[in-house]
């Protein structure tokens, strides 16, 4: 079974739309983050969380919200979806110690029209 | 700022070895990581250096100069399963766990 979990897999949705993804974890790790993936730029950082109601912005937080309402599920909100946001977005879990790597859940595509 | 630079693409020859060079500059350092990503699935985690010299896992080992802000990994008797993205990712100085990713270097093995 998949340590981390993203749903949904793929998703094309309308511009102005409210989407919402979701992320749950088994590791017992209480950071979790997301991240967006577009062709060229690498991995870049939305927001991430230490602990339950925790929020951190990290380096492209505008137009994205998230929410983190237990230590397994952290849930990544666009509010109103453009073009623009159109990525595939990954979740990802850490354990506390500094050199704990990051594991990374499978990735939503997301397609916005 | 913040700066993490590899090279965009490779080709390498099946049985060969490749080097995937990396270079940061970053306003902090506590660790660097590379990671590997076949196309369309999530990173997997490869190696970790937080002090200068090698570490070696099997075919791969990843080397760290921190006075140089540089970092290659070591690829050895490639396969083609090797075909993939291998990102580099720096670990700033403050204790939340932030990565900060180059762009990723597509390795391609040619039989």
């Known amino acids: 079974d998949a340590d981390v979990t993203q749903t949904p897999r793929n998703r094309i949705t309308k511009t102005g739309k409210r989407i919402m993804l979701e992320c749950s974890q088994t590791k017992g790790h209480d950071r979790m983050y997301w991240y967006r993936q577009d062709p060229g730029l690498g991995l870049r950082l939305i927001y991430y969380s230490f602990d339950v109601k925790d929020i951190n912005k990290g380096e492209i937080s505008d137009g994205y919200s998230v929410s983190r309402q237990a230590q397994a599920k952290f849930s990544l909100s666009l509010e109103s979806a453009i073009p623009n946001q159109t990525a595939l977005y990954f979740c990802a879990t850490s354990a506390e110690m500094s050199h704990n790597e990051q594991f990374f859940g499978p990735g939503t595509r997301l397609t916005v029209l | 700022g913040q700066n993490i630079d590899q090279p965009t693409e490779m080709t390498a020859t099946e049985g060969a070895i490749v080097q995937i060079n990396c270079t940061y500059q970053?306003?902090?350092?506590?660790?660097l990581f590379w990671y590997q990503q076949h196309a369309g699935e999530a990173p997997t985690f490869l190696s970790y250096?937080?002090?200068?010299g090698l570490e070696e896992k099997g075919r791969f080992s990843s080397f760290l100069s921190r006075s140089k802000g540089y970092s290659y990994l070591l690829l050895k008797e490639l396969q083609m399963k090797d075909s993939a993205s291998y990102l580099c990712a720096v670990r700033g100085p403050s204790n939340t766990g932030k990565l900060i990713f180059g762009q990723g270097t597509t390795l391609q093995v040619k039989p």
């Open positions: 250096n937080v002090l200068d």
């Open positions: 970053t306003s902090g350092f506590n660790g």
